[in-house]
């Protein structure tokens, strides 16, 4: 099994920063393209930013040039800088990570439990 353990959520003021952190653990072979995807109230969960392996990224178009996506591969672990932070931002965000299972060979996605990024006005 695989755990995603997310962190750095957090109430900030419009213009602020925060950084979350997400963590994979368990019997992990290898990971694929991780990922942030959040979801506001009374929305639909929407990708926010993912990264392969090999360190490409993409972003949704209402992020762009405010967040940045980092992994360090080492840890196993990825990352979101947020800045510029806006009241919209505003949503639980979810780490997603593809792992190749070192017991079982197959490829599966996994979530985080989610972390609350609050932006005030």
């Known amino acids: 099994q695989v755990q995603l353990v997310e962190s750095g959520g957090g109430l900030v003021q419009a213009g602020g920063s925060l950084r979350l952190s997400c963590a994979a653990s368990?019997?992990?072979?290898?990971?694929?393209?991780m990922a942030w995807y959040r979801q506001a109230p009374g929305k639909q969960r929407e990708l926010v930013a993912a990264?392969?392996?090999?360190?490409?990224?993409n972003y949704a178009d209402s992020v762009k040039g405010r967040f940045t996506i980092s992994r360090d591969n080492t840890k196993n672990t990825v990352y979101l800088q947020m800045n510029s932070l806006k009241p919209e931002d505003t949503a639980v965000y979810y780490c997603?990570?593809?792992?190749?299972?070192?017991?079982?060979?197959?490829?599966?996605?996994?979530w985080g439990q989610g972390t609350q990024v609050t932006v005030s006005s």
């Open positions: 368990g019997t992990i072979f290898s990971i694929n393209a």
């Open positions: 997603n990570a593809n792992v190749r299972d070192s017991t079982t060979w197959r490829n599966n996605n996994y």
């Open positions: 990264i392969t392996s090999g360190g490409s990224t």
